[in-house]
């Protein structure tokens, strides 16, 4: 069966032709979604990472809001979706959210779709959301793909604690300030860059939190995706040899550990822990913060936790001796 033509989007009023979408040459029915505003996330790059509740959404609501009417159509006429494309973006957004909330207040189902990954993360959309909450229309998220989240996937980094910086400032004084603040964050870190300022980030990042891992996302999930992984300093100094067109993110790991605990601090740590906590949670809480091996600090909870509960004892002995 062949695919259905992509018909030409609609940009002016509700009613238009029946509400479809085609995925391998099948043209799928898509019923109008609940009323309310669905943030639904699009491809970042490949335009087959959308999801289906993504493509029967899209096909099925009133209106897309959208960043770039010319960038969602790619996304629409690839599926064969007829849709009502509306802007909405940061120069657009104050005259553009009382006309969206009034639709709502219709009984309209409005999408909210950025360029590209998740509405919202680096993208305008957050004061719309929060009006449509307070007018107490519903708000739906479909999940899909994020750079920030494929970058950590592929950086081979910690990913248990992560920040999200999003764009540096583009001075350098600003930019290095803003530096400065990062480095005391003891989680990775996950920037977004461009390819004009790229280099003088690396060079920024090599002087302010050297002996970092780091890794270069280029155009992920696209043709010509490049993934770099080394020191930041290294990183720094090949940043000449860097392609520099296309999309950035950069993922920096958490500081390096510091040197191991002393070890009347690791019995202070172990004691504190001890009084509250079981013998297990008091150890792993102990090997995180103290870089010293699980089973030294296991042996030495033993030892402490046994002499706890001989002073325990003691006391109790004590007090009744003073009874009598």
Same mark, same amino acid.
């Given at each position: 069966?062949?695919?259905?033509?992509?018909?030409?989007?609609?940009?002016?009023?509700?009613?238009?032709?029946?509400?479809?979408?085609?995925?391998?040459?099948?043209?799928?029915?898509?019923?109008?979604?609940?009323?309310?505003?669905?943030?639904?996330?699009?491809?970042?790059?490949?335009?087959?990472?959308?999801?289906?509740?993504?493509?029967?959404?899209?096909?099925?609501?009133?209106?897309?809001?959208?960043?770039?009417?010319?960038?969602?159509?790619?996304?629409?006429?690839?599926?064969?979706?007829?849709?009502?494309?509306?802007?909405?973006?940061?120069?657009?957004?104050?005259?553009?959210?009382?006309?969206?909330?009034?639709?709502?207040?219709?009984?309209?189902?409005?999408?909210?779709?950025?360029?590209?990954?998740?509405?919202?993360?680096?993208?305008?959309?957050?004061?719309?959301?929060?009006?449509?909450?307070?007018?107490?229309?519903?708000?739906?998220?479909?999940?899909?793909?994020?750079?920030?989240?494929?970058?950590?996937?592929?950086?081979?980094?910690?990913?248990?604690?992560?920040?999200?910086?999003?764009?540096?400032?583009?001075?350098?004084?600003?930019?290095?300030?803003?530096?400065?603040?990062?480095?005391?964050?003891?989680?990775?870190?996950?920037?977004?860059? *461009?390819?004009?300022?790229?280099? &003088?980030? $690396?060079? @920024? #990042?090599?002087?302010?939190?050297?002996? +970092? /891992?780091?890794?270069?996302?280029?155009?992920?999930?696209?043709?010509?995706?490049?993934?770099?992984?080394?020191?930041?300093?290294?990183?720094?100094?090949?940043?000449?040899?860097?392609?520099?067109?296309?999309?950035?993110?950069?993922?920096?790991?958490?500081?390096?550990? *510091?040197?191991?605990?002393?070890? &009347?601090? $690791?019995? @202070? #740590?172990?004691?504190?822990?001890?009084? +509250? /906590?079981?013998?297990?949670?008091?150890?792993?809480?102990?090997?995180?913060?103290?870089?010293?091996?699980?089973?030294?600090?296991?042996?030495?909870?033993?030892?402490?936790?046994?002499?706890?509960?001989?002073?325990?004892?003691?006391?109790?002995?004590?007090?009744?001796?003073?009874?009598?």
């Amino acid at each position: 069966m062949r695919a259905k033509a992509a018909p030409i989007n609609r940009t002016e009023g509700l009613p238009g032709p029946e509400r479809t979408y085609s995925v391998g040459g099948h043209v799928i029915s898509a019923p109008k979604p609940v009323p309310g505003l669905h943030l639904v996330a699009t491809p970042i790059g490949n335009l087959g990472d959308i999801t289906l509740r993504a493509l029967e959404t899209l096909a099925g609501v009133d209106i897309i809001a959208c960043e770039d009417t010319r960038i969602t159509r790619r996304l629409t006429e690839r599926y064969a979706i007829s849709a009502l494309l509306k802007p909405y973006h940061e120069h657009n957004a104050a005259l553009a959210r009382p006309k969206i909330l009034e639709k709502l207040a219709q009984g309209a189902s409005i999408a909210l779709v950025s360029d590209a990954g998740t509405p919202l993360i680096s993208d305008p959309g957050f004061k719309l959301v929060r009006e449509v909450c307070a007018a107490g229309h519903a708000v739906i998220a479909l999940p899909g793909p994020s750079s920030v989240l494929t970058a950590l996937s592929v950086a081979a980094l910690p990913t248990d604690r992560f920040f999200f910086e999003g764009f540096l400032p583009s001075k350098q004084n600003a930019r290095r300030a803003r530096l400065a603040e990062l480095k005391r964050i003891d989680a990775t870190l996950v920037l977004f860059d *461009s390819g004009n300022r790229v280099q &003088d980030t $690396l060079a @920024d #990042l090599a002087d302010i939190m050297a002996g +970092r /891992d780091a890794a270069i996302c280029r155009e992920l999930t696209k043709l010509h995706e490049d993934i770099k992984r080394a020191p930041v300093a290294e990183l720094a100094r090949t940043a000449d040899t860097l392609e520099t067109r296309g999309e950035f993110v950069l993922v920096i790991g958490p500081p390096p550990r *510091s040197q191991a605990m002393a070890a &009347d601090e $690791l019995d @202070d #740590l172990l004691r504190s822990s001890l009084a +509250r /906590d079981s013998v297990k949670d008091a150890v792993a809480h102990a090997v995180e913060l103290s870089g010293r091996p699980r089973r030294e600090i296991y042996a030495r909870a033993l030892e402490l936790a046994k002499e706890l509960d001989e002073q325990m004892n003691e006391a109790g002995a004590g007090g009744e001796d003073g009874e009598d």
